[in-house]
């Protein structure tokens, strides 16, 4: 189930929040763990009956090891529970990936499976992983199943994150049948939802139709549009997936939980160092927790910490796709970040010029853009194809496959009244238009978080939200999955 799509919006959350509220009010509070255990379970089980099955086992087989940890905090134990969870993972996202570069390197014939990859099972997985981690260091308490079960499947942020630790959640699942129902924190929910639905309904489809038509013709775009393909997807990934997460943090913000922020303005980064403290931040703060720390961290000198730096970016770009482009994409992520830790050490701390950081912003943008390339191709050799056409394609206008995408059916109407359509160049204008606005948003405005947090449920406000959800409600026909899914 998606969350923009007509049944999670008029079927599925209303039902979840009535009778949530309803069984909370009473002080039924094991009971409205179960009604939202009930619910994430149909949220996950929507999308695919196989799907519950997996993530059922996985939740009953840590839970087994959580409560052999809890007994004894045998080094054993936890690694047969890692190992596990890890090996499931290696058979689902990368056991096709191994075998056919098998085949490749020692002209074998082994058959792959066509093996169909359960949504989530990254975030999941690794939550579970911080999950028993933490009980053998003793950092959990004793939880029941119930409990346990909404910690690893709680809908909002089940598919696509954020990546949620014991200390920030099960609190707060423990607090429920004890709170008190907030308007202001609904209406704020409700706000930071709207404003994660336009980004992902508004912006980041309308880009992904620009996108897909790029990389599905790659031999014949021209310069220009090979940098703006680039481009496009780089605020589609953006808006995407910060969208997900301002609505998955809206959802929870309407039922009382608070999940934790995931992005913060990153395309604002003066390097790639602040790049990786403001997206994805607790995939970050994972890999800096379990991997990083337990590695040596900074503590067995210089050396080994930029050793350790560079193994944690080759693990997130495999854990984000089976692919030698991902791993391209996080090397190449993890040797800007050694160069820039490198070059912090040695240079001394001073105030930045406005130019300067400025140009620093463009720098790590471009960097960014460049990488995501790998990130978005299907395959190495369609990545480099795409940057030869970059540098062969001369130039020249987009064609209508790319700027089309920009003529929305609403703000085309609006050209049409204005006359303006019969200007020349004018199939154009939506599009010139939209992507600096588009621009102007990820460098200059607050981010939804932001936002939210001063959002005051006044009269006028009020309004402006109800037109833009409804806007998006009216736009769902063209509804598409979020693109970490795939991940």
Known sequence: MLFNSYIFIFLFFPLCLAGFYLLERRGKAKAAKVWLTGFSLWFYGYFNLYYLGIMAGSILFNFLIFKLLLRRKRRGVLAVGVGVNLAVLFYFKYFDFFVENINALFSAGFLTRNILLPLGISFFTFQQIGFLVDAYRGETEECSLVEYALFVSFFPQLIAGPIVNFQEMMPQFRSIGQRKFSRERFAKGLYLFTLGMAKKVLLADTFGIAVDYGYGNIAVLNGVEAVLVMLFYTLQLYFDFSGYCDMARGLGRMLGIEIPVNFNSPYQSANIIDFWKRWHITLNRFLMRYVYIPL????????????????????????HGAGWNFVVWGVMHGAVYVLTRIWQMQKKERPAAVWSRVLAVLATFLFVNIAWVFFRAPDFSQALALFGQMGKG?????????????????????????????????????????????????????????????????????????????WCVLSLSGVSTFLYFNF
């Open 296 to 319: 040596g961290g900074n503590r067995k000198g210089k050396n080994r910490m930029l050793l350790n730096l560079m193994l944690v970016f080759f693990i997130s770009g495999v854990w």
């Open 394 to 470: 001369g130039f020249g206008w987009p064609s209508a496959g790319i700027y089309e995408a920009f003529n929305l059916e609403e703000f085309w109407y609006v050209l049409k009244v204005l006359r303006l359509t019969d200007l020349p160049y004018s199939e154009m204008y939506l599009c010139a238009a939209f992507v600096p606005a588009s621009l102007g948003i990820v460098f200059f405005h607050k981010n939804a978080g932001e936002m939210a947090e001063r959002f005051c449920p006044k009269f006028f406000n009020a309004a402006a939200t109800a037109v833009l959800f409804l």
